[in-house]
């Protein structure tokens, strides 16, 4: 119940900072095979960046939200059973997905 109430008032609340919104992020990323999803998604959208700007191949830049994306998104409908912050904070979302890569490659968050 207590969870509830918290998320309740989490989502309500408008975050006007990434600083203020990464610990609601890190509050909906609680499944450990939701994170390994976005773990691997942010790393395949690094990946897939660095062989684009490398071969010069502009035309693959289609897959960089569907690779982000789709495991996230698994991640939440399957795993986490949440709707993804994206749909409300794009911007903080794609930040958090990054510094949550950070954090769990610099283990602050459990792999």
Do not use: C
Request: glycine share 4%; aromatic share 22%; charged share 15%.
């Amino acid at each position: 119940m207590t969870k509830l109430i918290f998320k309740m008032m989490m989502t309500m609340k408008k975050f006007t900072t990434f600083k203020d919104f990464y610990p609601f992020y890190l509050e909906e990323h609680r499944n450990s095979t939701s994170r390994r999803l976005h773990f691997f998604g942010t790393l395949m959208v690094i990946l897939t960046m660095v062989i684009i700007i490398v071969t010069q191949n502009w035309v693959y830049l289609f897959l960089v939200p569907i690779l982000g994306y789709g495991f996230a998104w698994v991640g939440h409908f399957f795993f986490e059973k949440n709707k993804p912050a994206t749909f409300q904070y794009p911007l903080y979302s794609l930040a958090g997905d990054f510094v949550m890569f950070k954090d769990i490659l610099a283990r602050k968050i459990p792999w």
